[in-house]
């Protein structure tokens, strides 16, 4: 089965305006982590929430985790073109160590 | 600001031949991990280690690769004999504590020929 799946595959949008990403999962989870990757570069973690919490701001970043439906979403307000970047969610299942990352939202914020 | 830091950042190497990725963790951190992203795809777990052993490993960390732990402060992962498929980029990560922040390194890209 396939862990962290995110929607859309592409996001296009103008700088000023939302984004928002979605994520969904299959098992238990301790935690949710969403990170950014710039092209080519390496993994910036950008926010973690717990399965015990439904919500949690960071800045201009906003995530939500629903554990009855399995999914999470990232909104990023007021976006800017250094936004423009791949997301990815990962989830830590409630056994083990491995994060399973998602494929992935390439953002397009077009100034 | 501490930070897993990573050598080399790019490697080429022919079919066949070993390599070995390093990595410095931060240096209070306990858990060591290693994933790997094949260009355009996703990020993918390759192995945990904790207590100076393996805690968990993917189905792709097979008996062609390992890790160690040599000294206080290096982690690295070595592939004994390199295959196409295997160029990808490294990223090595750690965290404190199991259920933290694994804070992640900028990556080795192996490019294997």
């Known amino acids: 089965s396939q862990q962290g799946e995110e929607d859309p595959q592409a996001l296009s949008i103008q700088e000023g305006e939302n984004a928002t990403m979605n994520c969904s999962y299959k098992?238990?989870?301790?935690?949710l982590q969403w990170y950014r990757q710039n092209s080519g570069r390496g993994l910036v973690h950008l926010i973690l929430?717990?399965?015990?919490?439904r919500e949690k701001h960071s800045g201009r970043l906003r995530v939500t985790l629903d554990t009855s439906k399995k999914s999470s979403s990232l909104l990023i307000t007021a976006s800017r073109a250094a936004d423009t970047a791949s997301y990815f969610c990962?989830?830590?299942?409630?056994?083990?160590?491995?994060?399973?990352f998602g494929e992935g939202t390439q953002l397009t914020v077009n100034p | 600001e501490p930070e897993v830091t990573q050598t080399p950042s790019h490697q080429v190497t022919q079919m066949g031949q070993e390599v070995i990725l390093r990595c410095v963790p931060i240096?209070?951190?306990?858990?060591f991990y290693w994933y790997r992203q094949i260009l355009g795809q996703k990020v993918e777990f390759l192995v945990s280690?904790?207590?100076?052993?393996?805690?968990?490993k993917s189905e792709i960390f097979d008996d062609q690769f390992s890790v160690e732990r040599p000294d206080g402060s290096n982690f690295t992962l070595k592939i004994r004999s390199t295959k196409l498929e295997d160029s990808a980029m490294y990223f090595c990560?750690?965290?404190?504590?199991?259920?933290?922040?694994?804070?992640f390194g900028p990556g080795t890209r192996l490019t294997v020929l």
């Open positions: 990962a989830t830590l299942e409630t056994s083990g160590s491995r994060l399973t």
């Open positions: 280690f904790y207590n100076n052993e393996i805690s968990e």
């Open positions: 929430i717990r399965s015990n919490e």
């Open positions: 098992t238990s989870i301790n935690n």
């Open positions: 990560a750690s965290s404190a504590d199991l259920a933290g922040v694994p804070f």
């Open positions: 240096s209070n951190h306990l858990y």
